[in-house]
């Protein structure tokens, strides 16, 4: 599995890309926080979706805290990306092997409640996140919404599907199969890719 960095005049371009392929109007965006935001951000900037309505949502991953640990944050910042692109291709062979334990039955049964106005007459809703791993997150998140509102139509957009046979497909996806490292993603170096 290949790892790329983005830096941010990249990820603009990217989102560019991304917006260009999305065939619908949405009546209102679900940023999926944190990563989300960014993206939703980066779509305001551009015009066309300005007017639309954002709502974020945070689901918190199991295994995040590490992240947040000091000593990991600094590791992050001073080891090599040679060494740092292994480890993101550890985490995804373990996310990819923890496809097979997750129940679908039991997780379509799940409804989380998104603060959106259920008296809005919605037609199209666009979920939008940096990536899709094993699906899980987006695949509550879209199941939650058509349960909220059945007559919209509720799509998907990342910029990476990094895990092919994860249990949702994005609609509008630009990489399938890469990692991708983001500006705001916890190894990125920052600076120094930004010239």
């Known amino acids: 599995m290949r790892v790329i960095t983005l830096n ?55 295994g995040e805290g590490l992240k947040k640990n000091f000593v990991f944050k600094f590791l992050m910042k001073i080891l090599p990306y040679s060494i740092l692109d292994e480890l993101r291709k550890y985490e995804s062979k373990r996310a990819k092997k923890s496809l097979s334990k997750i129940n679908l039955n039991c997780l379509s049964k799940k409804t989380i409640k998104i603060n959106i106005d259920l008296n809005l007459d919605l037609k199209n809703i666009l979920i939008i996140d ?49 990692l991708v490292r983001f500006p705001w993603s916890k190894d990125y170096k920052g600076k120094d890719l930004e010239n």
């Open 8 to 62: 941010n005049a990249d990820f603009l371009k990217k989102v560019d890309e991304i917006f260009e392929s999305i065939d619908f109007v949405p009546d209102v965006i679900v940023q999926i926080k944190n990563a989300g935001t960014y993206f939703g951000d980066a779509f305001r900037t551009r015009g066309e979706f300005n007017k639309v309505t954002y709502y974020s949502i945070i689901l918190q991953r199991k």
């Open 130 to 178: 940096d990536a899709i791993d094993t699906g899980k997150t987006m695949f509550l998140i879209k199941r939650s919404l058509e349960k909220q509102f059945p007559k919209a139509a509720v799509k998907t957009a990342v910029l990476s599907w990094t895990i092919e046979k994860s249990i949702i497909k994005p609609d509008y996806f630009l990489y399938k199969n890469v």
